[in-house]
Antibody, heavy 113, light 107 residues
Framework: QVQHVQSGAEVKKPGASVKVSCKAS????????IHWVRQAPGQGLEWMGW????????RYSPKFQGRITITRDTSASTAYMELSSLRSKDTALFYC???????WGQGTLVTVS | SYELTQPSSLSVSPGQTARITCSGD??????ARWFQQKPGQAPVVVIY???ERPSGIPDRFSGSSSGTTVTLTISGAQVDDEADYYC??????????FGGGTKLTVL
């Protein structure tokens, strides 16, 4: 079955960077893309960006442009989302999701404090 | 810059019809998708391509589209449908955006 397993919770200082991983299984990783979504506590969903797992081509939301880098390692069937220059407002749950949005990771809580 | 606008909340009684709208210029050209999110859970797609329902989603969920507005309709809403609902679309097929979300209360 399709699964996305994300890395564990992180606590970071303001100004630091965080890198969250999303390991895919149950399908051919390089055939599809991966989305990243942020959800602050009690807030809505925010689309952050997307990567084409085959080519490595990326698209980023203008809101995160300049602070976000999404990469992938096809040999490990894993996508990564790195967010830099963290501030307290970045405290949130970060999700990865399949290209068709049908399969989500469990979410990774990043606390900036 | 583009955006999707939803009502922040909606309340219906069990058995009533709930209609949640989502408006934005991008919807005139691109499909919308609707997500249901319950507390502590990841979102789930309930409608895609404006009107299509994934397998396993009850047929009381339906979607429609007109111009720059899409609507999620829950016919005969149940207490179990109480959740946050988000519309989503993607300009240029990969530059995505979510609506602000609608908190649906069924009581």
């Amino acid at each position: 079955q399709v699964q996305h397993v994300q890395s564990g919770a992180e606590v970071k200082k303001p100004g630091a960077s965080v890198k969250v991983s999303c390991k895919a299984s149950g399908y051919i990783f390089s055939d599809y893309g991966i989305h990243w979504v942020r959800q602050a506590p009690g807030q809505g969903l925010e689309w952050m960006g997307w990567i084409n797992a085959s080519t490595g081509d990326t698209r980023y939301s203008p809101k995160f442009q300049g602070r976000i880098t999404i990469t992938r390692d096809t040999s490990a069937s894993t996508a990564y989302m790195e967010l830099s220059s963290l501030r307290s407002k970045d405290t949130a749950l970060f999700y990865c999701a399949s290209n068709d949005w049908n399969y989500w990771g469990q979410g990774t809580l990043v606390t900036v404090s | 810059s583009y955006e999707l606008t939803q009502p922040s909340s909606l309340s219906v009684s069990p058995g009533q019809t709930a209609r949640i709208t989502c408006s934005g210029d991008v919807l005139a050209k691109k499909y919308a998708r609707w997500f249901q999110q319950k507390p502590g859970q990841a979102p789930v797609v309930v409608i895609y391509k404006d009107t299509e329902r994934p397998s396993g989603i009850p047929d009381r969920f339906s979607g429609s589209s007109s111009g720059t507005t899409v609507t999620l309709t829950i016919s005969g809403a149940q207490v179990d449908d109480e959740a946050d609902y988000y519309c989503y679309s993607a300009a240029d097929n990969t530059l995505g955006i979510f609506g602000g979300g609608t908190k649906l209360t069924v009581l």
